[in-house]
């Protein structure tokens, strides 16, 4: 059995249903910019390679012209203000997620939480869902030079909780987090509740499909009769 010392957790759709929260932001400033409202479910495709490319998205359906860059500054300027204010109020921890890390952090595993969010919603979420105090770091969209689907967030995060990426687990919701860990050289699971852009989960090229976060923590940690073995 594979044993493991450190597990990076992905937050949007992995931890944290965020998305009634990005999605009201996002149509408070498509209002603003005099565009009709998305629906949820679309926006939800548009979540995953963090604010700004969020803001892209969300403006390219229904700007008949190209965007500009100054658009694209505006439009972020605005989901941002309207971000701030709405953050945390009605995202939800999924069920599962509590009892896996606390399960974790009992077996005495390193987590950090590796996430394309921006670090000034990132530290409050985790604030206003409870789960701070589970993670020794946490490394945001704007933390590194790059994001995910580039490995370099999740070998700044090794590096931070001093462990080497082959000991390393990262679960996810998308293509990002699969892409990501596997040029990090690192394991992977998916979860199947999350966001990963509009695309089946089932196509991810990862080590297992875990239902819950609780589920992933027995595996990893081998208190479940169908441990991962490698
Ligand atoms: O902010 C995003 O687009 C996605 O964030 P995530 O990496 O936590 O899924
Ligand atoms: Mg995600």
Redesign the pocket.
Same mark, same amino acid.
Request: glycine letters at 24%; hydrophobic letters at 20%.
């Given at each position: 059995m594979m044993t493991y010392t450190a597990v990076l957790l992905? !937050?949007? =759709?992995?931890l944290v249903n965020s998305i009634p929260d990005l999605a009201d932001a996002t149509n408070a400033m498509r209002t603003e910019m005099g565009l009709p409202p998305l629906p949820l479910d679309v926006i939800a495709t548009y979540? %995953?390679? =963090?604010?700004e /490319? !969020?803001v892209r998205r969300a403006l390219s359906s229904g700007f008949e012209a190209p965007l500009t860059e100054e658009t694209v500054a505006q439009g972020l300027a605005l989901f941002k203000q309207h971000y701030h204010v709405v953050n945390g109020t009605k995202s939800a921890v999924y069920e599962g997620v509590v009892d896996g890390l606390t399960q974790l952090r009992d077996a005495g595993v390193a987590m950090a939480v590796v996430? /394309?969010?921006p670090a000034e919603f990132t530290h409050p979420l985790l604030q206003a869902c409870g789960l701070s105090g589970f993670f020794e770091h946490v490394v945001c %969209?704007d933390t590194c030079t790059e994001k995910?689907p580039h490995p370099m967030p999740l070998l700044h995060a090794c590096k931070l909780l001093d462990v080497d990426p082959g000991q390393a687990i990262l679960i =996810?919701?998308?293509a /990002?987090d699969a892409l990501a860990a596997q040029a990090a050289g690192m394991s992977v699971f998916a979860v199947p509740y999350g966001y990963n852009e509009g695309q089946d989960v089932q196509n991810l090229k990862v080590d297992g499909i875990v239902a819950s976060i609780d589920v992933a923590a027995a595996r990893i940690t081998g208190s479940a009769a169908n441990v991962f073995t490698e």
């Open positions: 992905d !937050l949007d =759709g992995t979540v %995953g390679k =963090g604010a /490319n !969020l996430t /394309n969010k %969209g995910k =996810g919701d998308s /990002n």
